[in-house]
């Protein structure tokens, strides 16, 4: 099974930036397609961003053009990073396998809240 451990979410501003990473453990990583998902009070989980591994991308329409998705297979590491964060953006965020659009794996979540 592959272990995610996410990092780099916080508090910031409307407006500003985070880059959030998962660093995942096994062999397989370069197979799997990997997705970032967010999960806000009293809403379901979201996908957010989805990168193959071929280095295909998708994102919700809510993030088009904010965010971006990469991988660096030799590291193991997938990033999201955010720009222009809106208050609709605060949720935990969760990095994730993904096989055919549905999650496998999952990271712990790491918050990310911005404030206007």
């Known amino acids: 099974q592959v272990q995610l451990v996410e990092s780099g979410g916080g508090l910031v501003q409307a407006g500003g930036s985070l880059r959030l990473s998962c660093a995942a453990s096994g062999r397989i990583f370069s197979i799997n397609a990997m997705g970032w998902y967010r999960q806000a009070p009293g809403k379901q989980r979201e996908l957010v961003a989805a990168?193959?591994?071929?280095?295909?991308?998708n994102y919700a329409d809510s993030v088009k053009g904010r965010f971006t998705i990469s991988r660096d297979n030799a590291r193991n590491t997938v990033y999201l990073q955010m720009n222009s964060l809106k208050p609709e953006d605060t949720a935990v965020y969760y990095c994730a396998t993904v096989f055919r659009s549905d999650p496998l794996d999952w990271g712990q979540g790491t918050q990310v809240t911005v404030s206007s």
């Open positions: 990168i193959t591994s071929g280095g295909r991308t």
